[in-house]
């Protein structure tokens, strides 16, 4: 298992518009084959700021299933008018304890 995590910034003032948006674009990333759960969270400092968590079974999943699929376009086209700026993406595993 992986989990991507998506830092994204959005316009400000614009941020309850967002959050609307992601609403109704999760169901879009959630359904994707591989995806086994979808977390959007809020800056309390920085209140324009979001962070995605996602686990993927895999990095492929990501990247085939979602990335190269019609439903990253959908997802995008419905939250990406709020973004100020590129979203930075990376994929991480847990650490043994």
Known sequence: MVIEVGLIDVQEG???EFAAAYAK???VLATTPGCRS?????????PTRFVLLVEWDSVDAH???FRATERF???RGLIGPYFDGAPRVEHFTD???
């Open 95 to 97: 650490v043994p304890a």
């Open 63 to 65: 990247l085939d299933n």
């Open 73 to 75: 376009t959908q997802w």
């Open 38 to 46: 979808v977390r959007m969270t809020r800056g309390i400092e920085t």
């Open 25 to 27: 674009a999760r169901q």
């Open 14 to 16: 614009r941020e309850d």
